[in-house]
Every structure is written in structure tokens, then in C-alpha cells.
């Protein structure tokens, strides 16, 4: 089993910024992807950032250029550091990951994460 726990979210105003940190706990690996997640009400859930095995990146192209997926040495803690924030990035962001491995796009447009934080809460004004 894993246990993933996020930090970091909170209320700012547009053109600030944010980062939010993910750290796994339990049968975790370095390699096995990490993926940020988000959802705003009445909004499906989108796959915002992910981390592949070999270490490539792949964002949702709402927000490349804005916001930079990355791990620490261990390959356990998962942040996002969210830059240029707009309206529309509010949502509760959460971070999920399994046992699977692959790029950072396979990883991000991969479905079906059984292991997710609690949630953080973003909100942009």
C-alpha cells in the first residue's frame, strides 16, 4: 500500500504563485510515475503534470510554461511549482501514483491510479 499526502495549496491572486508537495510513503518506488491531478467544481478531473521513470515531463497545455513538475533525490516527494496563476487554476490538486512505470506523457495520459492524496485546495482571485 502507498500513502501519498500533499501540502502547499492556498489563496492567491492572479500572477502569484504556488508550490505544492506530494510525498509517498509505504511500497513506494522512485521510478513508478507521480501524477498532479486537479479538479474545479463541476469540472472533470485532469491529469495537470506528470514525472516519468526516466525522468522526462509532460504538463496539460493550459498550463506548460507556467508550471514545473519535479522530484527530490529520493524520487518520493513530487512538487509542483505553480507560476503565473490564473482564475481558472482553482481547484482542489491532488497527486496520484501506482505501481507502473513509463515517460512522463505515458504516465500522465495513463488512467486507473489506485494510490491519491488527500487533496489541496488552490484558489486564485
Known amino acids: 500500500h502507498v500513502q501519498l499526502v500533499e501540502s502547499g495549496g492556498g489563496s492567491v491572486q492572479a500572477g502569484g504563485s504556488l508550490r505544492l508537495s506530494c510525498t509517498a510513503s509505504?511500497?513506494?518506488?522512485?521510478?513508478?510515475?507521480m501524477v498532479w491531478y486537479r479538479q474545479a467544481p463541476g469540472k472533470e478531473r485532469e491529469a495537470v503534470a506528470a514525472?516519468?521513470?526516466?525522468?522526462?515531463?509532460d504538463y496539460l497545455s493550459s498550463v506548460k510554461g507556467r508550471f514545473t513538475v519535479s522530484k527530490d533525490n529520493s524520487g518520493n516527494t513530487l512538487y509542483l511549482q505553480m507560476d503565473d496563476l490564473r482564475p481558472e487554476d482553482t481547484a482542489v490538486y491532488l497527486c496520484?501514483?501506482?505501481?507502473?512505470?513509463?515517460?512522463?506523457?505515458?504516465?500522465?495520459?495513463?488512467?486507473?491510479?489506485?494510490?491519491w492524496g488527500q487533496g489541496t485546495q488552490v484558489t486564485v482571485s
Open positions: 509505504g511500497a513506494h518506488e522512485s521510478r513508478y510515475c
Open positions: 514525472v516519468g521513470t526516466d525522468g522526462s515531463k
Open positions: 496520484a501514483t501506482d505501481r507502473r512505470t513509463g515517460t512522463g506523457s505515458a504516465c500522465r495520459y495513463s488512467s486507473g491510479y489506485p494510490y
